[in-house]
Structures are given as structure tokens and as C-alpha cells.
């Protein structure tokens, strides 16, 4: 994904979660990629974090509205709301913060802090 910016990247990032394209979401990713999402698991490598783009837990494509997006050097930071529907429980509402820090043109790291909303 070339001549892409690190806020273009991340764009893609969630415009793939959206639409549950793990390809378009593989592309953004170095192979060795972290994503730590925390209270919850660390997946390490791209098949690591393919299995959790689609968790079994859930079902269908994730609403995902970003809100913020601060840049400093190779860290892109968001912030925003969404919605999905778990398996167990139904529709569910949460607040996310992801930090994505980049290397080589790619995301190296994702960061994920997730709280349920009323």
C-alpha cells in the first residue's frame, strides 16, 4: 500500500473492519504485527490477527465511527464509537481508543482499549 499516508492507512484499516475484508485489512499490516488489545488478548503475526478480525463471539461487520485522529511521528491515534452483536448477548455499544504505531510504512502495533457503553 504505497504511497499511502499513516492516517490514509489506518482509514483503510477500519474501512475494512467495516466490510469484514481481511484482505484490505492484511494489506495495512507488517507481517510481524502486534495487536494487543487489552483486558483481552495479544494476537502476534498477521494469522494471529486474521483469526480475531472475525472473533466467533460475534456476529456480522462492526460499526465503527471514528471521532478523533491525532498523529505524532509514527504513532497514529483514534478515538470513536460502534456497535456490534455478540453471539451470547445480542447488540452491544462500545467506546474505543486505538493506537496504531507504524513501521516501514505499515502498522506494526495496534493498540485496543474497548469499553461497553449503557
Known amino acids: 500500500?504505497?504511497?499511502?499516508?499513516?492516517?490514509?492507512?489506518?482509514?483503510?484499516?477500519?474501512?475494512?473492519?467495516?466490510?469484514?475484508?481481511?484482505?484490505?485489512?492484511?494489506?495495512?499490516?507488517?507481517?510481524?504485527?502486534?495487536?494487543?488489545?487489552?483486558?483481552?488478548?495479544?494476537t502476534r503475526g498477521k494469522a494471529e490477527f486474521d483469526g480475531e478480525i472475525e472473533n466467533?463471539?460475534?456476529?456480522?461487520?462492526?460499526?465503527?465511527?471514528?471521532?478523533?485522529v491525532h498523529q505524532d511521528g509514527p504513532v497514529v491515534v483514534t478515538t470513536g464509537e460502534g456497535g456490534g452483536v455478540s453471539v451470547e448477548h445480542g447488540p452491544f455499544r462500545f467506546a474505543f481508543n486505538d493506537l496504531f504505531t507504524f513501521r516501514d510504512g505499515l502498522i506494526a502495533r495496534v493498540d485496543s482499549y474497548v469499553v461497553a457503553l449503557p
Do not use: N
Open 1 to 42: 500500500m504505497t504511497g499511502l499516508t499513516q492516517r490514509d492507512l489506518v482509514e483503510e484499516y477500519f474501512a475494512g473492519f467495516r466490510a469484514s475484508d481481511h484482505p484490505r485489512i492484511l494489506a495495512t499490516l507488517t507481517d510481524d504485527v502486534e495487536w494487543v488489545i487489552h483486558g483481552h488478548r495479544t
Open 56 to 68: 466467533p463471539a460475534f456476529t456480522g461487520s462492526p460499526e465503527l465511527h471514528v471521532q478523533r
